[in-house]
């Protein structure tokens, strides 16, 4: 929970900080050479503490300019060369007004700084940091009259910010040089499922239906109808938040892996997929037994048919098929009997329909 | 004013160019499709000569240089960060979870098999957990790096791979097998733990002379970044991945202390001096032009994500051991007001010699796209190699310097220093010495200049500072200015020297 307030207070960029006097206040950093904070507003006459916590991979520094000293504080600093870290990377000059140490990952330093009146940059000067790493102190008493965060030239350009808040502009909705052609693949993080996920978009009215395979575990992990995916937030920055699912999920394996080859424990491997018509037909071993199987959405209304092919194997073979609320089960051979299905001796395709009423 | 003046007037008086790496090589931004988020993961090119691209976003694109014509060959990878071509319709790529085989079956220029020839090591779905490689040694196995997980961010309920709370401990950190490590995949597609000790492995390759080098970024263990030469069996110093040694005993390998891990590891051959030499070293690339990429055919270049330069290496032995030097490369270059970017993440030469290369941020610094670099003709003047020798070092440049400068004793300037192996993150430069230099020496064809120390010590790295060093009567400058020499082993005679 803590990690999601976490996230949340790092996406709402645009949330001004208001305080006045003696003023404490806490950036860290977020993804991409960002601090979480870009526009604070507090009062004239303000001893502003800002304690700078870097919670990203990479050292960093915070320092206070004059205001409008920011890019020329970020040249000096470049010019400070290989005597830079040493110094912080923190020139000497007037335009500087406070700063903090080199702040390693994971640590924490701070500053103290009055501010009168008017715009006061702060921005990390480590080299190739300042051109993108920075933000604002307002000291005023007309909050009003500053400009929306989406026009505020203090703040860095409005197309990377918009990017860290997920504002997506591209060229095409599917943030791909080109349209996305249903059936789609993505292999991705997905939530409730291994992080070896694969989301399956299908073809279908009303957005289509969709389903997450864990190539992990092998195993069809759940469906959902009303629409595919969303990848901002994974896309965005280093790739640790999940692609997020956009529908409703009607359906959820709760059986673990669903084949038995014999009566041994299921020893999987995945295998990839085939491309038939754009859907995947993924391959996996089950005890050395080769699977194909290929998910298509069931015709006339929501479900999913899932077709399996089986190699060759003497050995006998079972599929889990937990009866849940709201979901029929129709195997195209055998019938399910305590909750599984036995396939008959020599049984090489199989195909098992999954429907909601 | 006066300067200035002073200046013109000497320009006019004396034509003579200025003389940059920017007379010898041009550099341009090669376009990318419209609605391509071009963090370039991976690059590499056909048998055909097309050039084949990994984005962030799971695309595979495929350019060809001739129309300039984009295509989609491949979509949906996760974070795929490499590529070896096997054939004009088939690639292997490494994305997050494994390594992948795409194959166009039916040649329509689409791929329509994704093959999974190895995912045999885990995920504990942490973001820093990247994949990379692979490359090929001359027998046919392939190689690939496991980053570490980041304690920027924790790990998932449900992983791949047995979890082992003992690698859970620290900064990156290895609680999923294999993380840490190079992965060796035998021909018959066995896969086989190789070496450990690697913390953000972002570069491998073969250089031409078959060795497997990998380069690992600066952070928790690592003083500065570096390049290993990677050998069988061996533990290269971050020391999480030691859990998924199965010799290993059951600790936390942080509990060891700093001299026993020092003692287990085998260190760098080369390092790259943080803020001097690189941030972030990736991958290596062979030039392999015979020529036509200039005067360095054979030698091995590095790519950097935060400096406006690439890295060019410089091997020696001593006792059968790699070590030796880096020198920036294309530093300040550029032309046509196109400057080499940041984010240079991958590098492939051109059936033309040219080299291209692939840029991304990633979330941390770096410019994104594809750039060029291709070399005009005429030899700069630079480093072409530096070996140790019993009292110093030779430096041999790319052509004859003029004697007055080569031999002004004011022209070599020589730092020496350490960085510490500990658990915090980097190392201030520890113990720095000004080593004077008390003789030079130059050769009959003036092109290697032999300077002696006044003092050598193993386990130091010897940052030496060119002065205003010029070939053909001034007529030519010195491109790079610092050299930084990794001297893990003293020679101790002559005859102990080796060609490399």
Not at chain 1, 80 to 99: C, I, N, Q, R, T
Not at chain 2, 143 to 148: E, K, P, R, V
Not at chain 2, 393 to 408: K, V
Not at chain 2, 464 to 485: A, P
Request: hydrophobic content about 35%.
């Amino acid at each position: 929970m803590g990690k999601l307030l976490l996230l949340l207070s790092a996406v709402l960029l645009h949330i001004s900080a208001w305080a006045q006097g003696d003023t404490t206040i806490t950036i860290t950093t977020s993804g991409g050479l960002q601090f979480d904070q870009k526009r604070l507003i507090v009062r004239p006459n303000t001893r502003l503490h800002l304690i700078f916590q870097n919670k990203d991979d990479m050292a960093h520094n915070l320092v206070v300019t004059r205001p409008n000293a920011r890019l020329r504080v970020v040249e000096f600093a470049l010019a400070l060369g290989e005597k830079g870290p040493a110094l912080h990377h923190v020139p000497v000059m007037s335009d500087v007004l406070a700063h903090t140490v080199s702040v390693e990952p994971g640590n924490t330093d701070s500053l103290t700084v009055k501010v009168t009146d008017g715009a006061y940059p702060f921005v990390c000067t480590y080299p190739g940091h300042g051109a993108v790493m920075y933000g604002v102190v307002y000291a005023t008493d007309e909050p009003e009259k500053l400009p929306p965060p989406s026009e505020d030239r203090n703040l860095p350009n409005p197309d990377r910010v918009a990017e860290a808040g997920m504002q997506h502009h591209h060229t095409n909705a599917s943030g791909h040089p080109y349209s996305l052609t249903l059936p789609a693949v993505y292999r991705t993080f997905m939530p409730d499922c291994g992080p070896a996920a694969i989301a399956v978009g299908l073809p279908g009215s009303d957005g289509g239906q969709s389903y997450v395979f864990d190539a992990g575990s092998c195993r069809l992990r759940y469906a959902w109808s009303g629409g595919f995916v969303d990848n901002s937030e994974q896309w965005d920055g280093k790739g640790q938040r999940f692609t997020k699912v956009v529908g409703d999920i009607y359906y959820r394996d709760t059986d673990g892996f669903p084949w038995r080859v014999g009566n041994q424990a299921p020893v999987v491997q995945f295998k990839g997929y085939r491309l038939i018509d754009r859907y995947p037909e993924f391959r996996y071993l089950v005890n050395g037994v080769e699977v194909h199987e290929l998910i298509r959405p069931r015709v006339g209304g929501r479900g999913l048919v899932r077709t399996f092919t089986i190699a060759p194997t003497k050995q006998p073979l079972t599929f889990r098929a937990t009866v849940q609320t709201g979901i029929q089960y129709k195997p195209s051979v055998g019938r399910l009997q305590n909750n599984q299905i036995r396939l008959p001796a020599g049984t090489r395709q199989f195909s098992l329909t999954l429907s909601t009423p | 004013m006066l300067l200035s003046l002073l200046t013109s007037l000497w320009l006019w008086a004396s034509p003579a160019p200025a003389d940059t790496i920017s007379d010898y090589y041009t550099i341009e931004t090669i376009p990318t499709p419209p609605g391509l988020t071009a963090e370039t993961g991976a690059l590499t090119f056909l048998p055909d000569g097309r050039l084949a691209v990994c984005f962030h976003r799971g695309e595979v694109m495929l350019y060809n240089p001739q129309t300039k014509v984009w295509k989609l060959f491949a979509e949906g990878l996760h974070d795929p960060l490499g590529i070896m071509a096997i054939s004009n319709r088939e690639l292997l790529v490494m994305q997050r979870p494994e390594l992948t085989r795409l194959t166009d079956t039916n040649g329509d220029g689409v791929a329509d098999t994704y093959e999974t020839v190895a995912d045999q090591f885990g995920m504990s779905g942490n973001y820093h957990e990247f994949a990379f490689g692979p490359v090929r040694d001359s027998k046919g196995n392939l190689y690939i790096s496991l980053n570490t997980a980041s304690n920027g961010a924790g790990v998932r309920d449900e992983l791949r791979g047995r979890y082992d709370s003992l690698g859970r401990p620290g900064r990156m950190y290895a609680c999923v097998p294999y993380r840490g490590w190079v992965m060796q995949i035998t021909p018959d597609g066995k896969v086989k733990p190789y070496a450990s000790g690697f913390r953000s492995p972002n570069g491998l390759g073969f250089d031409a002379q078959g060795r497997l080098l990998v380069t690992d970024n600066q952070g928790d263990w690592l003083g500065t970044s570096k390049l290993y030469q990677v050998e069988e069996g061996k533990f290269y110093g971050h020391p999480t991945s030691l859990v998924w040694r199965p010799s290993f005993p059951q600790i936390d390998p942080l509990t060891l202390s700093p001299q026993t891990l020092d003692s287990m590891r085998t260190v760098e051959s080369i390092a790259f001096p943080h803020e001097i030499m690189a941030h972030s070293p990736t991958q290596m690339v062979v030039d392999n032009s015979k020529g036509k990429f200039g005067p360095f055919a054979g030698q091995t270049f590095v790519g950097e994500m935060d400096f406006p330069h690439l890295l060019r290496i410089l091997p020696d032995v001593v006792d059968g051991q790699m070590q030796g030097s880096c020198v920036p490369f294309f530093a300040k270059g550029g032309s046509n007001g196109t400057p080499l970017r940041i984010g240079n993440n991958r590098l492939a030469f051109a059936p033309d010699g040219s080299l291209w290369l692939g840029q991304t941020d990633h979330g941390w610094l770096g410019d994104r796209g594809i750039q060029r670099i291709r070399y005009t003709g005429g030899t700069p003047l630079d480093i072409l190699a530096m070996t140790l020798t019993p009292t110093g070092f030779d430096l041999t440049f790319t052509q004859p310097i003029d004697e007055s400068t080569a031999r002004q004793l004011a022209n070599y300037q020589v730092r020496s220093y350490y960085y510490e192996y500990h658990r915090a993150y980097g190392s201030p430069q520890k113990d720095v010495q000004i080593v004077p230099v008390s003789t030079v020496q130059l050769s009959s064809d003036r092109r290697t200049v032999s300077l002696t120390l006044a003092q050598l010590q193993p386990k130091r790295i010897y940052e030496l500072h060119l002065g205003k060093l010029t070939g053909n009567s001034g007529q030519k400058k010195l491109m790079n200015h610092i050299v930084c020499y990794t001297l893990n082993r003293l020679r101790t005679q002559v005859a102990g020297r080796a060609a490399n």
